[in-house]
Structure formats: C-alpha cells, structure tokens
C-alpha cells in the first residue's frame, strides 16, 4: 500500500489571495519551553486559518444560502475511490472544459466516483505574484459535466473559476447539486492508476462554509485495504 500526500500545508505567512479583506494564515507559540510557568517545558500553539488558503473543502454554504455547512457533510462523501483525470496539456489563462473532462476520463467515470483533476498548475506555480491570475480554471460547461456525471466530490490543483469572473458561475453550479469542491490539491503526479483511494475528510468545523483538508490517496491496498 501506498499513501500519497495531495495536500498543500498551512503555514505562517503562506502566499494569500491579495485582497484587502483575506486574512493570512498565523501560526504562532502561545508557550514556549523558555515561557512555560510550570518549568515543564510545554509547547502550545496558536492557528489563525483562513481555510481557503490551502488544500480545503468548499462546502454548498459557501455561495448557497441555507446550503449545507461542512460540518452538515456526509463523510462518505470524502473516503473512496476517485478517478484522476489528466488535464495536464492545459495551460496558463485556459479553460477546462466539459469536452476536456469526457475526453480525460476515457469511459472511465461513473455515478458515485470523486473525481481529481490534474494540471499540476499548483505543483509548478505556488509562490508566483501571479498566481492567481494566470490559472487554468473550469470552464462553466465543465461543472455541468461533473453534476451529470453523478461525481460526488470535485477536486483540482488549479483554480475552479476564471480569473476575474465575479459571477462564480463554476461554485455555484458544483455548490447548488451538493458536490464540495476540494481545491488547492497538489501532487497529483505522483498517482499512478486512474483510479485511486481518496481519503479527505474536512476538519470538523461546526456551521463553517470551509474547513482545511488533509488529502491523502491510497494506491495498492492488498487484502485489507480499499478495493
Ligand atoms: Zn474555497
């Protein structure tokens, strides 16, 4: 069995969308050994997460009012098997579209499956100015494909919408049929087989639109591993 990690960490200070109101992510000491008044030499922490600034799930709240909040999710919905769609030959300013997502999965989806698609944008891109101007992102026929398709669970290294298009038309249409998105993945190149073993439950953060996500895949199970 294999496990590979998809997930881009939270760290203090980490790149941030640049808009006046998103805050950074902080993680700073509450104790240090040095600071500890039982002379026990105890660590505490303290996390300020936007979780949208790393691999996260974006629950229907979100953009739907009354939508279901993470903490409202089905589990199952992040544990199982996944199909990887390869998307690599789009790049810079391009659009993801439905004909690309048929074409990637070969005949291969079903009802039911997650699906992961792979630019490796994030891979090759993270740390840029301008990253989050210059993605691949999801054409809106895209979302509609994946809502017909019956996926469940829609994760992508890249950004779900085009950059600059304030009508979200991607979230909305994922977000209203129920289906979290799971974004800012990463390493989705190491995944050998079309179809893997997905295991990214959200933090359970009660009544919260988003929460951070360890993302992990699960290649080669044996006897007593996924199927
Ligand atoms: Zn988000």
């Not at 953009?63 to 919905?77: N, Q, T």
Request: glycine residues 10%; charged residues 20%; contains cysteine.
């Amino acid at each position: 069995m294999r496990v590979i990690d998809l997930s881009l960490g939270y760290s203090h200070g980490m790149p941030a969308y640049g808009t006046s109101w998103y805050k950074e992510v902080e993680i700073r000491p509450l104790m240090t050994p040095e600071t500890d008044p039982t002379g026990h030499g105890r660590r505490f922490s303290q996390f300020v997460l936007n979780p949208h600034n790393a691999t996260h799930v974006d629950a229907p709240s979100h953009f739907v009012p009354g939508g279901k909040d993470v903490s409202d999710l089905d589990p199952g919905l992040f544990i199982g098997p996944a199909l990887v769609l390869d998307l690599t030959h789009r790049g810079l300013y391009e659009a993801v579209t439905a004909d690309d997502l048929a074409a990637a999965a070969r005949g291969l989806m079903r009802p039911g499956l997650r699906l992961l698609l792979r630019t490796d944008y994030l891979d090759r891109h993270w740390g840029d100015p301008d990253f989050w101007q210059k993605p691949p992102y999801l054409a809106p026929s895209a979302a509609d494909w994946c809502v017909e398709q019956g996926a469940v669970l829609v994760g992508l290294d890249f950004l779900t919408e085009e950059p600059g298009d304030r009508a979200f038309p991607v979230h909305r249409r994922l977000l209203e049929a129920g289906i979290p998105i799971l974004e800012y993945l990463c390493n989705l190149k190491a995944l050998t087989g079309p179809i893997v073993w997905l295991m990214a439950a959200p933090m359970q953060v009660i009544g919260a639109e988003a929460a951070p996500v360890r993302a992990l895949a699960i290649e080669g199970g044996g006897p007593y591993g996924p199927a």
